[in-house]
C-alpha cells in the first residue's frame, strides 16, 4: 500500500475538490478495479451475447467458464499475494528493487505449474463442451494469474493515467472484439471468450509497461522469493483463507438445491450468484476509503509513533505519539464503519428498483440484501485484519481469516438445505464475527502496543536456518554464476564484432 499512498497524499494536500475526487478515483482504479471490472464482464457480456442470439444454454456456459476460471485464479492466486506484497515492501525498503520484478514472474511459475495441469484436467474430463472453448477457457485461467498477481505490484505504481487506460483498453477489446466476432457468426461461447482473453491480455501488457517503467527489469533467481515462505508461512495462509473465505459460500450454494448443471461438471447456483456478485459491489467503498484514510491520516502517526522509537526520541515523546496513532485509527476505524453502514443501507434500498428491472426474483432481492450485511462487515473485517499487519500481528491476522472462512463454510452449508429466507446468512454471520473479533485483537493488541514493540521482539537477531532459505540461496547463486557467463560471452561478441 505505501506505494499508491505516498502519491495520494500528493494529490489530497492542499488541493481542491476536484483534485480530491480524483485522488477518490485513482484508489478506486487500483483497490477494487479489477473486482468491479469482472462483475461489469460478467453482466455485460451475458446481455451483448443474448443480444446476438445466444440460447440459454450458451449464456449458461459462457457464465460459468468465466466464473469458475475467475474464481479459481483468484484462489490460487491468494497463496502468494500477500507473501509477495510483503516481499516487494521489504525490497523497497532495502532498495533492492531490481528483485521485485523477477518475484512477480517466479510466483506466477510457481502457480501455473500446478495450477494449470489440475484446471486443464478438469476442463478436460468437462463433458458438453468443445476442445477449442476448453482451450479459450484455460488460457484465460493461466492469463488471469499473472493478472491478479500484477494487482499486489502495481499498487507501486505512479503511473496512474496509464493504469486506467489498460482497464478502459481491456474492456473496450472485450465488448468490441466481442461484438464483431458474433456478428461474422462465431459461436457466442467461442466469440467472447476469445475476446475476454484479448481483454485482459491488453490489461496485462499495459501492467506490464508500467511496472517496467518503476523497477528495472531485474536480476537474480526469480524464485528467491520462496525464502519469505520460510519466514512468513502464515501469511500464505492469510492470503488464502481471507480470499478464499469472500467466495466459499458460492461454492457451497452450487451443490443447493439452487444448482444447477450446465456441463458435465459445471454446476453453479444462477439465482444465489447473480445476487452475490451485486451485493459484493457493497465493499467496494469500504476497500476505497481504506486505503485513503489509512494511507493519508493514520500512516502519518504510524510513522512518527516509530520514527520517535527508531530516532531516539525522549519516552514522553514516544508516549504522545503512541496515544495520537491510537487516537487517530479508532478514528479511522469508526468512520469506515459509519460510511459503510449508510452506503449498505443506500445501496440495497436503491439496487432493489435496479435489480427489479433485471427481472430479479423476490428471493433473490432478498439473498441480495441479506449478502449485502454481509459483505458490508466483511469489508470493515478485512481492512481491520490489514492493520494488524501493519503491527506484524499475523497470528490476529490469521486467526480473524480463519474465522470468517469457516463460519462461512459451516453456516453455509447448515443453511444450504433450508428455506431461501436462510441464504446468505452464513456469510452474514461470519463478517459480523470477522469484524467484532477484529476489532477487539487490534484494540486488545494496541493496548500493549509498547510490550509488543519493546518486549516482544528476540533482544539479538538471529538468522534461523530453514530449507526454503538453503533453496533460494542456492537459487541465486546459480543465477548470478549464469548471469556473469552471459556478461562474458556477451563481451566477447562485442570484440569480436
Same mark, same amino acid.
Given at each position: 500500500?505505501?506505494?499508491?499512498?505516498?502519491?495520494?497524499?500528493?494529490?489530497?494536500?492542499?488541493?481542491?475538490?476536484?483534485?480530491?475526487?480524483?485522488?477518490?478515483?485513482?484508489?478506486?482504479?487500483?483497490?477494487?478495479?479489477?473486482?468491479? &471490472?469482472?462483475?461489469?464482464? +460478467?453482466?455485460?457480456?451475458?446481455?451483448?451475447?443474448?443480444?446476438?442470439?445466444?440460447?440459454?444454454?450458451?449464456?449458461?456456459?459462457?457464465?460459468?467458464?468465466?466464473?469458475?476460471?475467475?474464481?479459481?485464479?483468484?484462489? &490460487?492466486? /491468494?497463496?502468494?499475494?500477500?507473501?509477495?506484497?510483503?516481499?516487494?515492501?521489504?525490497?523497497?525498503?532495502?532498495?533492492?528493487?531490481?528483485?521485485?520484478?523477477? *518475484?512477480?514472474?517466479?510466483?506466477?511459475?510457481?502457480?501455473?505449474?500446478?495450477?494449470?495441469?489440475?484446471?486443464?484436467?478438469?476442463?478436460?474430463?468437462?463433458?458438453?463442451?468443445?476442445?477449442?472453448?476448453?482451450?479459450?477457457?484455460?488460457?484465460?485461467?493461466?492469463?488471469?494469474?499473472?493478472?491478479?498477481?500484477? +494487482?499486489?505490484?502495481?499498487?507501486?505504481?505512479?503511473? !496512474?493515467?496509464?493504469?486506467?487506460?489498460?482497464?478502459?483498453?481491456?474492456?473496450?477489446?472485450?465488448?468490441?472484439?466481442? *461484438?464483431?466476432?458474433?456478428?461474422?457468426?462465431?459461436?457466442?461461447?467461442?466469440?467472447?471468450?476469445?475476446?475476454?482473453?484479448?481483454?485482459?491480455?491488453?490489461?496485462?501488457?499495459?501492467?506490464?509497461?508500467?511496472?517496467?517503467?518503476?523497477?528495472?527489469?531485474?536480476?537474480?533467481?526469480?524464485?528467491?522469493?520462496?525464502?519469505?515462505?520460510?519466514?512468513?508461512?502464515?501469511?500464505?495462509?492469510?492470503?488464502?483463507?481471507?480470499?478464499?473465505?469472500?467466495?466459499?459460500?458460492?461454492?457451497?450454494?452450487?451443490?443447493?438445491?439452487?444448482?444447477?448443471?450446465?456441463?458435465?461438471?459445471?454446476?453453479?447456483?444462477?439465482?444465489?450468484?447473480?445476487?452475490?456478485?451485486?451485493?459484493?459491489?457493497?465493499?467496494?467503498?469500504?476497500?476505497?476509503?481504506?486505503?485513503? /484514510?489509512?494511507?493519508?491520516? #493514520?500512516?502519518?502517526?504510524?510513522?512518527?509513533?516509530? /520514527?520517535?522509537?527508531?530516532?531516539?526520541?525522549?519516552?514522553?515523546?514516544?508516549?504522545?505519539?503512541?496515544?495520537?496513532?491510537?487516537?487517530?485509527?479508532?478514528?479511522?476505524?469508526?468512520?469506515?464503519?459509519?460510511?459503510?453502514? #449508510?452506503?449498505?443501507?443506500? #445501496?440495497?434500498?436503491?439496487?432493489?428498483?435496479?435489480?427489479?428491472?433485471?427481472?430479479?426474483?423476490?428471493?433473490?432481492?432478498?439473498?441480495?440484501?441479506?449478502?449485502?450485511?454481509? !459483505?458490508?462487515?466483511?469489508?470493515?473485517?478485512?481492512?481491520?485484519?490489514?492493520?494488524?499487519?501493519?503491527?506484524?500481528?499475523?497470528?490476529?491476522?490469521?486467526?480473524?481469516?480463519?474465522?470468517?472462512?469457516?463460519?462461512?463454510?459451516?453456516?453455509?452449508?447448515?443453511?444450504?438445505?433450508?428455506? *431461501?429466507?436462510?441464504?446468505?446468512?452464513?456469510?452474514?454471520?461470519?463478517?459480523?464475527?470477522?469484524?467484532?473479533?477484529?476489532?477487539?485483537?487490534?484494540?486488545?493488541?494496541?493496548?500493549?502496543?509498547?510490550?509488543?514493540?519493546?518486549?516482544?521482539?528476540?533482544?539479538?537477531?538471529?538468522?534461523?536456518?530453514?530449507?526454503?532459505?538453503?533453496?533460494?540461496?542456492?537459487?541465486?547463486?546459480?543465477?548470478?554464476?549464469?548471469?556473469?557467463? &552471459?556478461?562474458?560471452?556477451?563481451?566477447?561478441?562485442? +570484440?569480436?564484432?
Amino acid at each position: 500500500m505505501a506505494g499508491i499512498g505516498f502519491e495520494l497524499r500528493k494529490l489530497f494536500v492542499g488541493r481542491g475538490a476536484i483534485a480530491k475526487v480524483r485522488a477518490y478515483a485513482y484508489a478506486s482504479i487500483i483497490t477494487a478495479g479489477t473486482m468491479v &471490472l469482472a462483475v461489469i464482464l +460478467m453482466l455485460g457480456v451475458q446481455l451483448l451475447a443474448k443480444a446476438f442470439g445466444a440460447t440459454d444454454l450458451e449464456t449458461e456456459t459462457l457464465v460459468v467458464l468465466m466464473i469458475y476460471a475467475m474464481l479459481g485464479s483468484l484462489i &490460487l492466486s /491468494s497463496l502468494l499475494q500477500m507473501l509477495l506484497s510483503r516481499f516487494v515492501a521489504d525490497m523497497l525498503y532495502q532498495k533492492s528493487t531490481e528483485r521485485i520484478l523477477p *518475484s512477480l514472474f517466479g510466483g506466477a511459475f510457481v502457480l501455473m505449474i500446478p495450477g494449470g495441469l489440475i484446471y486443464g484436467w478438469f476442463l478436460w474430463t468437462a463433458s458438453g463442451i468443445s476442445m477449442l472453448d476448453k482451450a479459450l477457457n484455460w488460457a484465460l485461467f493461466m492469463l488471469l494469474i499473472m493478472v491478479w498477481l500484477q +494487482m499486489a505490484y502495481i499498487t507501486a505504481a505512479k503511473d !496512474y493515467k496509464r493504469i486506467l487506460l489498460g482497464f478502459i483498453g481491456g474492456v473496450l477489446t472485450v465488448f468490441l472484439l466481442g *461484438s464483431l466476432l458474433l456478428y461474422l457468426g462465431m459461436s457466442p461461447v467461442t466469440g467472447m471468450m476469445l475476446a475476454l482473453f484479448l481483454g485482459y491480455g491488453v490489461m496485462m501488457v499495459t501492467f506490464n509497461g508500467v511496472l517496467l517503467t518503476i523497477f528495472p527489469a531485474g536480476k537474480g533467481s526469480i524464485l528467491a522469493f520462496i525464502e519469505w515462505i520460510g519466514k512468513y508461512p502464515d501469511l500464505v495462509l492469510i492470503g488464502f483463507f481471507a480470499m478464499t473465505g469472500a467466495f466459499v459460500h458460492l461454492i457451497v450454494m452450487w451443490f443447493s438445491p439452487l444448482g444447477t448443471v450446465v456441463a458435465g461438471h459445471f454446476v453453479y447456483a444462477p439465482l444465489h450468484d447473480s445476487a452475490a456478485f451485486f451485493a459484493y459491489l457493497v465493499a467496494v467503498p469500504t476497500s476505497v476509503n481504506f486505503v485513503v /484514510s489509512v494511507e493519508v491520516n #493514520f500512516y502519518q502517526k504510524y510513522r512518527r509513533y516509530f /520514527s520517535a522509537i527508531t530516532t531516539g526520541g525522549t519516552l514522553s515523546e514516544i508516549g504522545l505519539a503512541r496515544d495520537n496513532m491510537k487516537k487517530v485509527l479508532t478514528q479511522e476505524i469508526f468512520r469506515l464503519t459509519q460510511i459503510q453502514v #449508510f452506503v449498505m443501507v443506500l #445501496f440495497t434500498v436503491l439496487m432493489r428498483y435496479v435489480l427489479e428491472s433485471l427481472s430479479f426474483t423476490r428471493d433473490m432481492i432478498g439473498m441480495f440484501q441479506v449478502m449485502s450485511v454481509g !459483505y458490508s462487515a466483511y469489508a470493515i473485517g478485512n481492512s481491520i485484519m490489514l492493520l494488524m499487519l501493519y503491527f506484524n500481528d499475523r497470528k490476529g491476522a490469521l486467526t480473524t481469516c480463519m474465522l470468517y472462512f469457516f463460519i462461512n463454510l459451516l453456516g453455509t452449508i447448515w443453511t444450504m438445505n433450508r428455506d *431461501s429466507l436462510y441464504y446468505g446468512l452464513g456469510m452474514t454471520a461470519a463478517g459480523i464475527v470477522m469484524y467484532v473479533f477484529g476489532l477487539l485483537r487490534l484494540f486488545a493488541y494496541l493496548r500493549n502496543i509498547d510490550y509488543h514493540i519493546f518486549c516482544g521482539q528476540p533482544v539479538l537477531a538471529v538468522s534461523k536456518p530453514n530449507l526454503m532459505k538453503t533453496l533460494a540461496a542456492r537459487l541465486n547463486r546459480r543465477a548470478s554464476s549464469l548471469e556473469k557467463s &552471459l556478461q562474458r560471452y556477451s563481451g566477447k561478441g562485442d +570484440m569480436q564484432a
